[in-house]
């Protein structure tokens, strides 16, 4: 006698061979229909529209390539000098921004479509563009790397968008740099031309106070008859040259005086008169004047050429052949079962 665990095993093995001589008995079948999922993945795979992707890669840009953001900048300067990181940080909040964004899918991506494509939902195809254009951080390991894909199922419009968007974006941040380093040029000699005119007002006043006191010692002079300067044994014309406030002025005599007199009315400008005026000016004239050629700096760069894709991402036809023969089969093998116990179960009930 069978234990009992014999007679399952035994069971078991009846079940597993009655399995299969019924599915080789239906064998017709599993593969008929593995051949028409192979055949109906076959003509999907070589008739669906290929979804091409081109893709760039960008990093910051070098030393030399700012240079002439930071002309005139140096570190003892008033305008601290831009680092890599100022300026890349300008051009990649520009890559991610949604005014970009927007303004590429007014301009270039509707554009594209059909008049009838392009009359419905504008958020819609707002979401759709966001599909196709994908911008992502290139990870902890480059965190100064991203790259800039777009997906089209035509090559050529792929590779034309997205060198398109990168060179907006590149446009975009170094519109706003220039206008940046300019700006604060203008500010800066703005403020030099305030200290510039304060120095003169400063001199002028000066002048005209001292033409004052020298005109009340010429007065005295005058009147006492002193037309000479005096001289005093063991001093120097220049210890009796006594300050404007003095009040000895007269000594110097009223035909100095006089003479000194006619000198400071006569004097057109003030300006050689000014200590560290002209250091002032030249800051002022250089800052007035600044510009910055465009092509002469850059934002970002470039890693490698980008041309157009020639193999498209989507569809993966082998992948969607493999994928179609084991549907088809396991399939298969489930329609021969119930071809085989469907009358079995119809005796049963």
Known sequence: MLKPSTALASSDEIDFFVLIKALWAQKLVVISVTIVMLIASAVYAFTAKSLYEARIYVLPPTQNDIADFNYGRTLNSDLPPFSVKDVYDVFTRNLFSESLRHSFFEEVYLPSLTENARKGSRDRLYQN?????????????????????VQSYNPSEAGEWVRTYVQKAGVAAKSEMIKNVVREAQVRARNLEQQINGLRESARREREDKIKVLSEALVIAKAIGLNKPVIISGKTPGELSLGVDSQALYMRGSDTLQAEIEGLESRESDDPFIQSLRVLQVKYSFLKNLTIDSSSVSVYRQDGAVGDPDSPIKPNKLLILILGTCFGFFLGLLLALFRHFAPLLRTKF
């Open 129 to 149: 563009f966001s599909k196709q254009l994908v911008i992502s951080a290139g990870g902890k390991e480059s965190p100064d790397r991203y790259s800039v894909a």
